[in-house]
């Protein structure tokens, strides 16, 4: 089955149209034409070879919905015309460990990414969602719920549970005081998904321009961390920071803002190192970790959880041919909050 896709050929190159093989339906398999898909950062990291060399040609996109068009004779959870989505990962060994614990993001064996990277049997290269379809294992398709705006979802598939998943965690509630750190993609969604677990929120960006959406959003409050004044007014409050930036920082200012024995989870993964002054961990016992997407489970709770409550993505919607520039404007902080792109229209 051929499938039209929007690639990049090398790390400086632009997208351009370009056809895939995608393969015809197995009996556990479901077949979803591509609706929308997300643009993360995650896709330009990659794309461009900033975590290391990339896979060409490369077609990226891990938030992905749709509807399913073909389905496997033994699949029996989805049927033909309903609405679903695909996130970072389409398989993974399924008997190891963490797999039997939901949490197929660290298959001992191998998680199969959504794209760049190869399936489990170690050489068929995965492409992504900037296509017109893809086919997928049932065990790895979320549903979404019928009537709900699809372009608004994709972005749940990555920015949602990458953010749902630590603040579900560290147990995120109502009284409890959440940090944010950079309101791009994820931080745009750690507010909202904050928010609607009954937190209040105080929003850490370098972005002065960003102050009032930051509180249409749901942050109580907005700090521009320009100023040593962003955390000396913080000190000591937070419970839980959730740190998005994709550029290197330094964590120990904000470690400032924890109270004692607090957590900073990090999310965004900086292509060059970050520091640390060992001090900002040592005094107040704070906890520093991490955190990568979410299983399966999670993430069907995570859609059924934004569901319930309302809450979905702010986008701007673009062409596919509009790829390049979506990601400069990102780069350079210029996105409210998550692109989308309508491959409707490819
Ligand atoms: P994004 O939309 O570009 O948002 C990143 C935000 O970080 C920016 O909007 C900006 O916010 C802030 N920022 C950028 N450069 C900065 C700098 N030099 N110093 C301080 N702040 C800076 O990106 P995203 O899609 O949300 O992804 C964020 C990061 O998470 C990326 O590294 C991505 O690869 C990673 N990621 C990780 C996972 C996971 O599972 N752990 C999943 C998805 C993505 P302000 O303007 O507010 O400062
Ligand atoms: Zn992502
Ligand atoms: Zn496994």
Same mark, same amino acid.
């Given at each position: 089955?051929?499938?039209?896709?929007?690639?990049?050929?090398?790390?400086?190159?632009?997208?351009?149209?370009?056809?895939?093989?995608?393969?015809?339906?197995?009996?556990?398999?479901?077949?979803?034409?591509?609706?929308?898909?997300?643009?993360?950062?995650?896709?330009?990291?990659?794309?461009?070879?900033?975590? #290391?060399?990339?896979?060409?040609?490369?077609?990226?996109?891990?938030?992905?919905? !749709?509807?399913?068009? *073909?389905?496997?004779?033994?699949?029996?959870?989805?049927?033909?015309?309903?609405?679903?989505?695909?996130?970072?990962?389409?398989?993974?060994?399924?008997?190891?460990? /963490?797999?039997?614990?939901?949490?197929?993001?660290?298959?001992?064996?191998?998680?199969?990414?959504?794209?760049?990277?190869? $399936?489990?049997?170690?050489?068929?290269?995965?492409?992504?969602?900037?296509?017109?379809?893809?086919?997928?294992?049932?065990?790895?398709?979320?549903?979404?719920?019928?009537?709900?705006?699809?372009?608004?979802?994709?972005?749940?598939?990555?920015?949602?549970?990458?953010?749902?998943?630590?603040?579900?965690?560290?147990?995120?509630?109502? !009284?409890?005081?959440?940090?944010?750190?950079?309101?791009? #993609?994820?931080?745009?969604?750690?507010?909202?998904?904050?928010?609607?677990?009954?937190? $209040?929120?105080?929003?850490?960006?370098?972005?002065?321009?960003?102050?009032?959406? *930051?509180?249409?959003?749901?942050?109580?409050?907005?700090?521009?961390?320009?100023? /040593? $004044?962003?955390?000396?007014?913080?000190?000591?409050?937070?419970?839980?920071?959730?740190?998005?930036?994709? *550029? /290197?920082?330094?964590?120990?200012?904000?470690?400032?803002?924890?109270?004692?024995?607090?957590?900073?989870?990090?999310? #965004?993964?900086? /292509?060059?190192?970050?520091?640390?002054? *060992?001090? !900002?961990?040592?005094?107040?016992?704070?906890?520093?970790?991490?955190?990568?997407?979410?299983?399966?489970? $999670?993430?069907?709770?995570?859609?059924?959880?934004?569901?319930?409550?309302?809450?979905?993505?702010?986008?701007?919607?673009?062409?596919?041919?509009?790829?390049?520039?979506?990601?400069?404007?990102?780069?350079?902080?210029?996105?409210?909050?998550?692109?989308?792109?309508?491959?409707?229209?490819?």
């Amino acid at each position: 089955m051929q499938a039209k896709t929007m690639a990049v050929f090398n790390k400086d190159g632009k997208f351009q149209p370009h056809t895939i093989e995608r393969r015809d339906p197995g009996a556990n398999d479901v077949v979803v034409k591509i609706e929308y898909c997300g643009i993360c950062h995650s896709d330009i990291h990659t794309a461009r070879s900033e975590w #290391g060399p990339a896979a060409y040609p490369c077609v990226p996109g891990h938030e992905i919905v !749709g509807k399913v068009i *073909a389905i496997g004779k033994k699949v029996k959870r989805f049927k033909v015309g309903e609405p679903v989505g695909v996130g970072c990962f389409v398989d993974s060994c399924g008997k190891c460990s /963490p797999c039997k614990k939901n949490e197929e993001q660290f298959c001992e064996v191998k998680t199969v990414f959504t794209y760049n990277s190869t $399936e489990l049997d170690g050489k068929t290269p995965t492409y992504g969602g900037y296509a017109s379809h893809i086919t997928v294992k049932d065990k790895y398709v979320l549903k979404i719920k019928k009537g709900l705006p699809l372009d608004k979802i994709a972005p749940l598939l990555c920015a949602g549970i990458t953010t749902y998943s630590p603040l579900k965690r560290y147990k995120t509630s109502k !009284g409890k005081k959440i940090g944010v750190v950079g309101l791009g #993609g994820l931080g745009h969604m750690a507010v909202k998904i904050a928010k609607a677990m009954g937190a $209040e929120v105080t929003v850490f960006s370098t972005s002065p321009s960003k102050e009032s959406d *930051a509180k249409r959003l749901g942050a109580k409050h907005f700090k521009v961390t320009k100023t /040593p $004044e962003a955390f000396t007014s913080m000190m000591g409050k937070l419970d839980l920071i959730i740190d998005t930036v994709s *550029a /290197p920082h330094s964590f120990t200012p904000y470690l400032s803002t924890l109270k004692l024995g607090g957590t900073m989870v990090l999310v #965004g993964v900086s /292509p060059d190192p970050n520091s640390l002054d *060992a001090f !900002g961990l040592i005094g107040g016992r704070k906890v520093l970790t991490g955190s990568l997407i979410g299983g399966i489970k $999670e993430t069907q709770e995570m859609l059924d959880f934004c569901a319930r409550k309302k809450v979905f993505s702010d986008i701007e919607l673009i062409k596919p041919e509009k790829i390049d520039e979506a990601y400069n404007r990102t780069v350079a902080g210029d996105v409210k909050y998550r692109f989308v792109v309508d491959l409707n229209t490819l």
